[in-house]
């Protein structure tokens, strides 16, 4: 049994912030607050270093201004999410340039009912397009592969 793999990939009409994706998304009920009640993000660096962080959701302010540093934007950045009423959520991997950004559906993945293996690509679609299109969306690109 193979495993599987799903995102949507994001691109924007101008470079965003991860700041500007997080309180779109916040408003229409995201949260950077995982179960475990942290907040979870990632810098790769010059040394091409995937460095993973834990915070407290104080901390958010903090935490956005270091992935929006300029001194970062050449580097991948991401943050994840939480839906608590759908109790779903997975990583935002935002790209250097901030132009494009991905969606990674890793936090209790919603499945088609239907199609249990699958995962339910539309429901995450339906959840955050509305969100970013008002934050500059140009265009998205859904995934789902089985290796």
Known sequence: ???????????????????AIVDALTGVGWSVEDPAGGVTHMINDADDMYEWYAGSPEDI????????????????????????QAGTGGMFMFMPG?????????????HIPAAP?????????????????????????????KY
């Not at 699958?118 to 592969?145: C, Q, R, S």
């Open 1 to 19: 049994m193979g495993s599987r793999d799903a995102d949507i990939d994001f691109t924007f009409t101008h470079p965003t912030t991860v700041r």
């Open 61 to 84: 302010d903090e935490v956005l201004v270091r992935l929006d540093a300029p001194s970062n934007l050449p580097y991948t950045v991401a943050i994840n999410v939480y839906h608590s």
């Open 98 to 110: 901030r132009k494009e950004a991905l969606f990674s559906p890793s936090i209790n993945r919603r």
């Open 117 to 145: 293996a699958l995962t339910d690509l539309a429901w995450y679609l339906h959840a955050l397009v509305p969100a970013l299109a008002a934050a500059g969306l140009e265009g998205y690109e859904a995934k789902e592969i």
